[in-house]
């Protein structure tokens, strides 16, 4: 019987051939750091470690907004576009509404028809059947492999619904909310909260008989920003009218990303924010470890039904049940 490899010459072999941004390894590498086996997990993590220097290099977007504001059609127009100037682009997504419906991968890849045959492009759509919390933390890790891959333009895309798209704004560097055409109704519906967590708004869709109605949208979309504390004191975030269909407005929707990039960098926000980023993302995983150790403990196993019905019947205080659960916990 042939001897299979250990875990270091797995991890080894597979730093290789992303580092010289072989497509089938890199393929191979994310499908490792997918893997919920728990062999598979210290492999994964050599993997990373062995890569980790060559990371960091990609300008990281993300691209956030309602379902059907045309994020994929977006992020195919304005690959195309990068690609023709140059760059290697990486997609990637996370979409919980995968998670719930099976996915919607199939409709992404035919959205992103032209950009999924170009060889400067590799798109990867969100594992499924996870947590929200697990998708998000295998997609940064994702990120770091196609930067080690040498793809220079990470685009994530994201439903803009809540903790999704809080978890992209954690690990890019610039954050896009795209918005459908005609204010009034649509502003009044659109949280606050996706206003606030974008550096670029975009109207979308700004083709055909909707362009006026894209640009008074657009125009309301600015006013409102004035009342929202800016992010970062040297950024208002601007808004912009696009059409990812016909391509207008995409030129100076880079344009303004790269604005963006710029003033990160010159002003140190974007070391700044990344060693924040990086810090968060290890602290929400050793919340993640800690708390699935504490439901795998006997003793807590063994109490935790109970406790709750307790707490639920309002038999016992909540304050009460939790120094129990974590005695138990403490005890093992
Ligand atoms: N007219 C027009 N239609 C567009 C434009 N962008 C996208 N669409 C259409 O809007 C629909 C939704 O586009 P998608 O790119 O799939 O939207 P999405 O935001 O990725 O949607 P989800 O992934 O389902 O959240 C498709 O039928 C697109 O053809 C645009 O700029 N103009
Ligand atoms: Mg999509």
């Given at each position: 019987?042939?001897?299979?490899?250990?875990?270091?010459?797995?991890?080894?072999?597979?730093?290789?051939?992303?580092?010289?941004?072989?497509?089938?390894?890199?393929?191979?590498?994310?499908?490792?750091?997918?893997?919920?086996?728990?062999?598979?997990?210290?492999?994964?993590?050599?993997?990373?470690?062995?890569?980790?220097?060559?990371?960091?290099?990609?300008?990281?977007?993300?691209?956030?907004?309602?379902?059907?504001?045309?994020?994929?059609?977006?992020?195919?127009?304005?690959?195309?576009?990068?690609?023709?100037?140059?760059?290697?682009?990486?997609?990637?997504?996370?979409?919980?509404?995968?998670?719930?419906?099976?996915?919607?991968?199939?409709?992404?890849?035919?959205?992103?028809?032209?950009?999924?045959?170009?060889?400067?492009?590799?798109?990867?759509?969100?594992?499924?059947?996870?947590?929200?919390?697990?998708v998000a933390q295998r997609t940064r890790e994702t990120m770091l492999l196609c930067e080690a891959a040498g793809f220079d333009v990470v685009l994530v895309e994201t439903v803009g619904v809540g903790q999704s798209e809080i978890a992209v704004r954690q690990m890019v560097d610039t954050f896009v909310v795209l918005l459908l055409p005609g204010a009034g109704?649509?502003?009044?519906?659109?949280?606050?909260?996706?206003?606030?967590?974008?550096?670029?708004?975009?109207?979308?869709?700004?083709?055909?008989?909707?362009?006026?109605?894209?640009?008074?949208?657009?125009?309301?979309?600015?006013?409102?920003m004035r009342y929202l504390r800016p992010r970062h004191a040297e950024w208002i975030p601007k808004t912009l009218v696009v059409s990812a269909e016909t391509g207008a407005g995409i030129d100076e929707l880079w344009t303004a990303i790269s604005e963006h990039r710029d003033m990160l960098k010159a002003s140190g926000s974007l070391e700044q924010q990344r060693a924040e980023q990086a810090t968060r993302w290890m602290w929400s995983l050793v919340e993640e470890r800690l708390l699935r150790t504490f439901h795998e403990s006997p003793g807590v196993a063994a109490e935790l039904d109970a406790t709750v019905r307790a707490v639920r019947e309002g038999e016992l205080p909540p304050g009460l049940a939790a120094n129990r659960l974590l005695d138990l916990f403490g005890g093992d």
């Open positions: 019987m042939a001897q299979t490899p250990s875990g270091n010459e797995r991890a080894a072999a597979l730093a290789e051939g992303v580092l010289e941004g072989n497509r089938t390894r890199l393929a191979q590498a994310i499908t490792l750091v997918e893997s919920t086996r728990a062999e598979d997990a210290p492999v994964a993590q050599a993997l990373l470690g062995a890569v980790l220097s060559k990371t960091g290099g990609a300008q990281r977007i993300g691209i956030s907004g309602v379902p059907g504001v045309g994020k994929s059609t977006l992020i195919e127009t304005l690959g195309l576009h990068l690609i023709e100037a140059g760059h290697r682009v990486a997609v990637l997504a996370i979409d919980p509404s995968s998670t719930l419906s099976g996915g919607s991968i199939l409709g992404d890849k035919s959205r992103m028809e032209r950009l999924s045959q170009t060889e400067a492009a590799f798109i990867r759509p969100s594992p499924s059947a996870t947590t929200l919390g697990g109704d649509e502003l009044q519906g659109i949280k606050k909260g996706i206003l606030e967590v974008g550096d670029l708004l975009a109207v979308n869709k700004a083709d055909g008989s909707r362009v006026n109605l894209a640009r008074a949208a657009a125009r309301d979309h600015a006013a409102a």
